[in-house]
């Protein structure tokens, strides 16, 4: 019997749920090509659903398209990259939390906090069986306040950042994240927007970006292949 139209929809959605985890986690390296064939013997369905995830992907930001039809993972970024992506997460983000504060609605509130409990849960003592929970917890924290935020300029934006930052190499070194900085962090920027504190939520977001910034762009410098761009950058 033909498959319904609702069974290829879910084969797409559950192809997509798993390849991207399989970038996120980088399974599949940033800049390797993806093959089609091989990921749909992977997960053991046809190479529609297949195309229609990485469809999708690329407009996450996590696959680009090659001019031979071909998805590849996004290249890897270098240290001007990552230090351009927080300066326009420090434009955007900070703002977006403030009307996030002002727009805030039962159902904001409800995945914040759901968000937040995952990360802590998560990240009180980074199992690696868990950390790509932590990661993905921490995401749906910031899309929420994007998807909330009242401005879907901003929130376009800021999910196209978000879906650059998640592919970092840096989320492969778990001693990279400070567990409890960004614990502490989400619970304020909550709190605040909870509160409906529009000045406050802006204030933390824009502690908990610099505080991101500079712990991300610290660790770069240390490695051999992006300490050379960034002495080069501050040159």
Not at 3 to 24: C, M, S
Not at 94 to 119: F, Y
Not at 140 to 164: E, W
Not at 166 to 182: C, I, K, L, Q
Request: charged share 25%; with cysteine; glycine share 8%.
């Amino acid at each position: 019997m033909a498959k319904t139209y609702l069974e290829k929809t879910g084969l797409a959605e559950q192809a997509y749920a798993e390849i991207r985890i399989l970038i996120l986690d980088q399974m599949i390296p940033a800049g390797q090509v993806v093959s089609i064939g091989t990921l749909a013997a992977q997960l053991g369905v046809s190479q529609t659903p297949i195309r229609e995830a990485l469809s999708k992907l690329e407009g996450d930001g996590l696959v680009e398209k090659l001019r031979t039809g071909r998805y590849q993972a996004a290249p890897p970024l270098i240290f001007k990259d990552y230090a351009d992506l927080y300066y326009m997460r420090l434009l955007l983000e900070p703002k977006a939390a403030a009307l996030a504060a002002q727009n805030r609605t039962d159902e904001t509130i409800a995945t914040l906090e759901q968000a937040v409990d995952r990360i802590s849960a998560a990240g009180r003592g980074m199992k690696s069986e868990v950390f790509i929970g932590f990661v993905e917890a921490d995401a749906l924290f910031h899309q929420t306040i994007a998807r909330d935020c009242g401005n879907k300029f901003v929130a376009a934006g800021l999910f196209q950042l978000q879906a650059n930052l998640r592919v970092g190499p840096f989320y492969r070194d778990r001693g990279v994240v400070d567990a409890e900085a960004v614990i502490r962090d989400h619970t304020e920027i909550l709190r605040a927007i909870k509160a409906g504190d529009a000045e406050a939520a802006e204030v933390q977001m824009q502690r908990h970006i610099e505080r991101a910034r500079d712990l991300i762009l610290g660790w770069l410098k240390t490695q051999p292949e992006q300490g050379s761009q960034a002495r080069t950058q501050q040159e």
